[in-house]
């Protein structure tokens, strides 16, 4: 067995007194919690981070076409389909699905209330995957191709609002050419997804109302919808989609249509990355303190040491040794605590958070092994670094001061 190594066995049994045991007890447990809290505080951002991504992409894909508009209401100006070239947008690696929708803003009245909301209108084709996870009652509406359906999806926070319920009527009202129109429609389901801003604002039905009541024939569009596969494909997606459509087109990225709520995401960034470096020093500094306190009670043992002939290089390879289990423990019980936690709240959610606040009623989580592996090999480099500046004061002990007074 290697000398070093046999003597850190030693050293870190701690037989008989010894100050240094619940030292290192403490420092183990300071390097787990640390590696803890920076797994736990990743996992938490990119989970809300994804979360929020996926929910505003949800309402307004990941880019929008639209025709160039000098207002900023919320019925952009119409679109010809002859226009945009679907099958060459569906080309375009990472793209997932493209289709068309229209806009219409109108008011829902009932006996004694009224919502201004905004019909959105999509085809049969129209991908309600976001929509079906965020169901709470009733089915998604029946679209075909011939007759426009009177079916429409609203949020709860709309039907609770107007005190109304899967199966209920609902009237809403259109201005056109200064002059009002109505519509009965069918409340065939209620979604929530927990974005105050858009359940509020968003009613889902046929866009061949909104083709009737603005006169569009079937070609006609407010806009055509991309989605894509990853998010972080997103900027150079949009540029290939920008190039593809024609100049008469424009086409915006989610960021660029919402840009307050990912600036608001992007703060959240820098917090995590401060909590990152600050956990890294403090696992940093124990490992310094827990190093030189054993040093500081091994100074007998030094001593002898050298007088046997030990090199300061050999006996720093103890106590380098000694402080390598140290890190592996904690690493070991920071990775089965942070884990554990992460697994145990996206499986449950027993962390709730205010929905109206961070527009997710529980705390998201999500990690990759890309980033738990980043992180547990930057903290054993933070820890390694720290533990070589206490090792050399190794060297400045002398073996005859260290066995003057035994």
Known sequence: ????????????????????????????????????????????????QKQIKDKVAGFGAHIQITG???????????????????DELRAIEGVRNVQPFGLKAGIIKTNDQIQGVVLKGVNKDYDWNFFSDKLIDGALPKIQDSTPSNEVLISGKVARMLGLKTGDDLR??????????????????????????FDETYVFGDIGHIRRLNGWDNQTV????????????????????YHT?????????????????????????????????????????????????????????IGILKALGSSDGSIRKIFIYASIYIIGYGLLWGNILALGLIW???????????????????????IGISEVLIINLATI???????????????????VTALRYD
């Open 1 to 48: 067995m290697n000398f070093e190594y046999f003597i850190s066995l030693r050293l870190r049994s701690g037989k008989g007194p010894s100050f240094s045991k619940p030292i290192i007890r403490v420092s183990i447990a300071g390097i787990a919690l640390g590696l803890a809290v920076m797994l736990i505080s990743l996992a938490i951002l990119q989970g809300f």
């Open 68 to 86: 160039f508009s000098s207002n900023n209401s919320y019925e952009p100006s119409p679109v010809s389909l002859t226009d945009i070239n679907e």
């Open 172 to 197: 809403m009202y259109f201005i056109i050419e200064n002059s009002t129109r109505g519509r009965k429609f069918t409340i065939s389901g209620i979604y929530e997804t927990g974005l105050g801003e």
């Open 222 to 241: 407010s806009g055509v919808e991309v989605y894509i596969d990853s998010f972080d494909d997103l900027n150079s997606i949009a540029e290939s989609v």
């Open 245 to 301: 459509i024609g100049y008469n087109l424009n086409s915006q990225t989610i960021k660029q249509l919402y840009p307050q709520i990912f600036d608001w995401i992007e703060i959240q960034d820098m917090n995590v990355i401060i909590i990152l470096i600050l956990m890294a020093l403090v696992s940093g500094i124990t490992m310094i303190s827990t190093l030189l306190i054993l040093i500081l009670e091994r100074t007998h043992d």
């Open 344 to 366: 145990l709240q996206s499986v449950t959610g027993f962390v709730p958070l205010p929905e109206e606040s961070y527009f997710i009623s529980q705390v998201p989580v999500f």
């Open 381 to 399: 480099f933070v820890c390694t670094v720290m533990m070589l500046i206490p090792s050399l004061v190794v060297k400045y002990i002398s073996p």
